[in-house]
């Protein structure tokens, strides 16, 4: 049914990053090594490990070493060449040496020099803390909402420490939010199967499968990721909304109740549970949830969006006018609500009631004119 399916679309598929396993301590081991020969970590700055051997020239000053009596100025000549480019004179400098700080750069000469997996043998010697420090750098950008710079930087930390179940858990989140779902779900299940895994993984998986229209595959997932963490009212919608696509409507409804129960302000929470009420019959509460989930979203686009999802499902289920008539309560009592004219606009053109869904578009022209707004608000073709 419309319905149902459209409830999937409303889910919010998101992944609350937590620590996943990763020991924040170990990110910092080598910053607080090198930091007294380069001044910031510099791998940071930039959104890739490419973009760091473009652009690193530009964050060294102009140094001249000329001779190399011991080991710190070997390490200033090999970085001064490292930033400059010079990278045949940079691999010199540190050749041989088997010190964490040497193989560190000597493994950015190599990756420089496009030979990525000479670099990565190279820091393979300090697998464990070097792949820590490049996850680090990825979880930065994964929080600054850059999945796709964050993926270069965890896919070198997966190579170093192959199967570490944090690691895998966050390469799923750069690709869930890159909208790469079927390796965001390679990449959770990989994790999972080290038997290490958390709810995080577990759920992102299913959401992963989900998108991919993978049901039946995501459910066992959303139930293991539920009895896991009980306190997370993303799961529960989620979970909610693969029951529901599953006409289990009681069991999506108190999924979705124990949702709002952990989050009480979340209007997409109230939205799911007005669909869910409105297929069970329980119309007069579904408007009542559909007004809360009005109150507690800000974006005015997604309560447009929301109305008109609902009111298609409205006129799915063949209560148009039941629906219709609740609304127009509710507008008695609050005149100058833009959300229930949109509602009853998007209602009365879907139900064929084009006058009546014409003179509530002037009636919000008008309200929003004398408000000092335009009415940019526009609605699906009414056919009579």
């Known amino acids: 049914m419309y319905g149902r399916r459209s409830l999937i679309f409303l889910i919010i598929l998101v992944i609350l990053c937590g620590s996943h396993f990763i020991q924040a301590a170990h990110t910092n081991v080598i910053a607080l090594q090198v930091q007294h020969l380069i001044p910031l970590s510099l791998e940071g700055s930039f959104d890739s490990p490419d973009a760091f051997c473009s652009t690193m020239h530009l964050s060294i000053s102009n140094q001249k070493i000329n001779s190399c009596q011991n080991d710190r100025e070997c390490y200033l000549r090999g970085l ?11 691999e010199s400098s540190f050749n041989g040496k088997s010190d964490i700080l040497s ?6 000469t190599s990756w420089c020099s496009s030979l990525s997996t000479a670099a990565i043998q190279s820091w393979k010697n300090y697998g464990t803390i070097f792949s820590s420090y490049f996850l680090g750098i990825g979880i930065k950008l994964l929080g600054g909402n850059e999945p796709k710079f964050a993926l270069s930087w965890f896919v070198i930390a997966d190579s170093l420490q192959p199967n570490s179940v944090g690691t895998l858990t966050y390469l799923g989140d750069a690709y869930l939010r890159s909208s790469e779902y079927s390796k965001a779900s390679e990449a959770y299940l990989s994790a999972i199967a080290t038997g290490k895994a958390g709810a995080s993984a577990y759920a992102g998986a299913a959401i992963a499968d989900v998108n991919l229209g993978s049901f039946s595959m995501a459910r066992p997932l959303m139930e293991s990721a539920v009895q896991m963490d009980s306190s997370n009212w993303v799961y529960e919608q989620v979970y909610g909304g693969i029951l529901l696509q599953s006409s289990e409507l009681s069991a999506a409804e108190q999924a979705f109740r124990k949702s709002i129960s952990l989050n009480k302000t ?13 297929e069970e019959g329980q119309l007069p509460e579904a408007n009542t949830m559909m007004l809360l989930g009005f109150r507690y979203t800000d974006d005015p686009l997604q309560k447009e969006s929301y109305a008109l999802n609902y009111a298609k499902v409205i006129v799915h289920l063949g209560k148009p006018q039941e629906a219709i008539d609740l609304y127009l309560q509710a507008l008695d009592s609050e005149p100058e609500n833009m959300d229930l004219l949109k509602s009853l606009i998007d209602l009365y053109s879907l139900a064929g009631q084009c006058d009546n869904a014409e003179k509530m578009y002037n009636r919000l ?4 004119l004398s408000q000092g707004q335009q009415n940019l608000f526009t609605y699906p073709p009414c056919t009579k």
């Open 365 to 368: 022209g008008s309200l929003a």
């Open 80 to 90: 001064s060449n490292l930033m400059a480019g010079k990278w045949d004179l940079a």
């Open 266 to 278: 979340s209007g997409i929470a109230y939205v799911n549970l007005a669909v869910v009420l409105a």
């Open 103 to 108: 193989t560190y750069f000597q493994g950015w």
